[in-house]
């Protein structure tokens, strides 16, 4: 993977950012402000945890059953582990850097905090993964996919430690 090059078509990386992230994104806070939120709150709020657990289950298994085809590409073991511990430590330092600034700096409710600093730390391969999986060759795909599935659980470790510390009086989202 070091010293190669890889062609990228950036117009094409970016439509997919789009439709994998803002298109969502733009969709559920519009019908956020235009939906009453009585509806939201009893009707599609209980559904997220499930559908969020499903499909973040759904991609990490598909990363790491992708893995396997990727893995005889690579030169040795060592750039494997090289190449994951650095894609793993990048999230890492994200998910650091949002938990000081939300927290820190921002001063957001710890909610909030908690949940940007989890999605930071468990999603950001996953994007990664599809972005080299639809743009890239398939050993371009092996760095995210190890990343993803290392990320993954330790999003979840992250999150079942913080759901048994209670939150602040701040941290109560309206």
Known sequence: LLGSSVSVDLIAVLQSVTNLAL????????????????I?????????????????????????SGLSSSLSILPSYGVLVRATLAATFLPLLGG???????????????????????????????????LARRHFNSMACSVPATAMV????????????????????????Q
Do not use: M, Q
């Open 23 to 38: 298109l969502p994104l733009s969709t559920g806070l519009v019908l956020g402000l235009i939906l009453p939120r009585r």
């Open 40 to 64: 939201l709150v009893n009707r599609v709020r209980p559904l997220c945890p499930t559908v969020g657990l499903a499909a973040t289950t759904l991609l990490v298994a598909g990363g790491a």
């Open 96 to 130: 650091f850097l949002s938990l000081l600034l939300t927290d820190k700096l921002l001063r957001l409710p710890d909610k909030l905090t908690r949940t940007l600093v989890v999605e930071t730390l468990s999603k950001s391969p996953t994007l990664a993964y599809v």
């Open 150 to 173: 290392t990320l993954g659980v330790l999003g979840a470790a992250v999150a079942s430690v913080w759901a048994r510390i209670p939150l602040h009086k701040h941290g109560e989202c």
